[in-house]
């Protein structure tokens, strides 16, 4: 009789505990304005990183970045060079990202926001901006969401340490003392959240965003989308194995979708109307 107590308790322990997909709950990020971009003085600014103000309208995020565990769950698969379920999943093309937001939209019975077609090199891609489902980013809202209400190069202030992110720590921002240099990525929620309650968002992984690469309009913007043309989709935050530089709020990069590599991941968003 003990035996089964002990074995019954142990089940409803198991029953219990969420998996970690499940027990993540998206933040709330209340719209406004901001300066999207750079200022001029900005030390290793670039030259796409006009400052121009956005207007955005409330949305959810993801506290973390999707991690394996979470796309094991999904996709049944884990592409991810490094190996560990709370690891923000990598190696993830921005096509395989957005199949993930819709797989786990209809696994939720949420409404499903891309629409994807065709096959191989011919893949388009639509968003159905009134769908409920999970979605990336747009370049805009990850900005506004790493910053959290700052206007320094990150969101850390006028420099980041590797005890605050991890980066490729013996190239710190603007001469900064020299830190760790891990060589790896590290679980998501490593290091303390910026102050709307979003973690790595600098550093640990790129995150793709829905945007295509372009040039910044100079008229103020509402929930921009990107630009109209181009063949390079957005990456923002930089990696493990990035400069400092290339952690600011600020900083743009851009891929081939179909590539992978093993410092690219993402985090999921959805609408909040």
Not at 103 to 119: M, N, Q
């Amino acid at each position: 009789m003990k035996s089964i107590i002990i074995t019954v308790l142990c089940l409803a322990v198991i029953l219990a505990t969420p998996s970690l997909s499940s027990a993540v709950d998206l933040i709330l990020v209340k719209g406004g304005k901001f300066m999207m971009g750079s200022p001029e003085r900005e030390i290793s600014r670039g030259k796409d990183e006009t400052r121009h103000r956005v207007v955005l309208s409330d949305f959810y995020l993801a506290p973390y970045a999707v991690t394996q565990q979470e796309y094991l769950e999904i996709m049944n698969t884990n592409p991810s060079h490094f190996s560990g379920g709370t690891l923000p999943v990598e190696n993830v093309t921005w096509f395989e990202a957005v199949t993930y937001c819709n797989e786990r939209s209809k696994k939720e019975g949420l409404t499903p926001v891309y629409v994807i077609s065709g096959s191989g090199e011919q893949l388009t891609v639509t968003w159905n901006r009134n769908a409920n489902g999970y979605r990336l980013p747009t370049e805009a809202e990850w900005e506004y969401a790493c910053r959290a209400g700052t206007t320094t190069p990150f969101n850390t202030g006028g420099n980041i340490t590797s005890d605050q992110a991890n980066y490729y720590g013996h190239y710190p921002y603007n001469n900064a003392p020299r830190g760790q240099y891990r060589e790896t990525t590290v679980p998501v929620g490593n290091f303390a959240p910026n102050a709307w309650g979003l973690y790595d968002m600098h550093g640990n992984v790129w995150e793709w965003c829905w945007d295509l690469h372009g040039e910044y309009a100079l008229e103020e913007q509402t929930d921009p989308i990107g630009a109209k043309d181009g063949g390079f989709r957005v990456n923002r935050g930089g990696g493990w194995n990035d400069f400092g530089r290339h952690l600011r709020s600020a900083y743009r990069a851009a891929h081939n979708p179909a590539n992978r590599t093993f410092n690219i991941g993402f985090r999921v968003a959805r609408n909040a109307r």
